[in-house]
């Protein structure tokens, strides 16, 4: 069973900058596409972001692109989003996610991961 874990949520002012970082375990971490979805209160989770098991190519919300940046360490089994120039609409539930599937297609529906993490809170105030 594949147990992810994500960290580096917070309280940012708008325009700040936030690393999130998810670590995996129990499973073969360098064979999953990973992705960052987020959900904001009242809302859909959306996805933000994904990356193929090789790190390329990767995928990204229009609403994010420029913005942020994934990119994963197969060695360490973690996967990372760099989010700069925040705003407060990016404020949200940051969850990871793992998909067995390795043949790459974007963007993945929520439905069409197999592991999720618990999330983790980014608060962008303005």
């Known amino acids: 069973q594949v147990q992810l874990a994500e960290s580096g949520g917070g309280l940012v002012q708008a325009g700040g900058s936030l690393r999130l970082s998810c670590a995996a375990s129990g499973g073969t971490f360098s064979r999953y596409v990973m992705g960052w979805f987020r959900q904001a209160p009242g809302k859909e989770r959306e996805a933000v972001a994904a990356i193929s098991w090789s790190g390329v190519p990767t995928y990204y919300g229009d609403s994010v692109k420029g913005r942020f940046t994934i990119s994963r360490d197969n060695a360490k089994n973690t996967v990372y989003l760099q989010m700069n120039s925040l705003k407060p609409e990016d404020t949200a539930v940051y969850y990871c996610?793992?998909?067995?599937?390795?043949?790459?297609?974007?963007?993945?529906?929520?439905?069409?991961?197999?592991?999720w993490g618990q999330g983790t809170q980014v608060t962008v105030s303005s």
């Open positions: 996610a793992a998909d067995r599937n390795r043949a790459w297609s974007a963007p993945r529906g929520a439905n069409e991961y197999d592991y």
